[in-house]
């Protein structure tokens, strides 16, 4: 029984969540989601995955475009995990009614918990804390493989009522805006041009012009390159200099580099 896992990471969680899952379900292949494409996207796997990390709490862009150019087949058993810092909401709800409006069933959606990137909100947690995490989600991954080789039908995982309406309306009116949230990225005295920035980005957002990387107006607010900027030249705002960065420990910038597509010349 093949499986096909579709992934799109910014920082290395849904990267290690993926490469974890295959490992423990075995005969699956790992696609990075690219950017917007043209024709429709079919794979010959019975087991179809999806796994992203939640954005303001909600899918982000690039998997919804995803979405919407994916082939449908009722056939085959669809899965998915949200990635996320312990509040996931409505976001696999949200997932199943825009598959159901392409007549696919989802046919169990998880929720994995690990460490928050968003740095505006604060710095990486400690590595205890960090460690303490991994080790509940590698649990809760080999539960998740045991479902889908079951292939069972259970009803997304979500959050609490109160914030599944609140965050999820915080989704839909902040959604539009997030594009040209790149206005706040700046950059100090410590960048050497590197232009890891550049060939990490997975929205292809920036450019490196006159020596100094720029920002595009098409972001995704995944923070890969504030994340893993080696000198953390990279700043959101005037309140992240001294906050303490965070990507996967296990996900190196060689795996990121190798999954993420290159920019189109």
Known sequence: MKTTIYFYTGTGNSLWTAK???ETLGNTELIFITLTGEGLIHSDSENIGLIFPVHIWGIPFRVVDFLNRL???SAKYYFAVAVNAGQVAATLIQLKMLLQKKNINLSAGFSICLPSNYIPWGGAIAQEKQQKKFIEALEKISRIALSIHAKEEKAPEKGP?????F???IYRLSSPHVPKMDKSFLIDEKCTCCKICEKICP???ILITHGKPTWQH????CFACLQWCPEEAIQYGNGTAKKKRYHHPEIKLSDMLANVPKRSV
């Open 71 to 73: 082939e449908t087949d």
């Open 20 to 22: 974890k899952l295959s």
């Open 161 to 165: 009522a109160w914030q599944n309406v």
């Open 218 to 221: 098409h972001c995704e607010q």
């Open 167 to 169: 965050f999820s309306a």
């Open 203 to 205: 929205a292809q957002n």
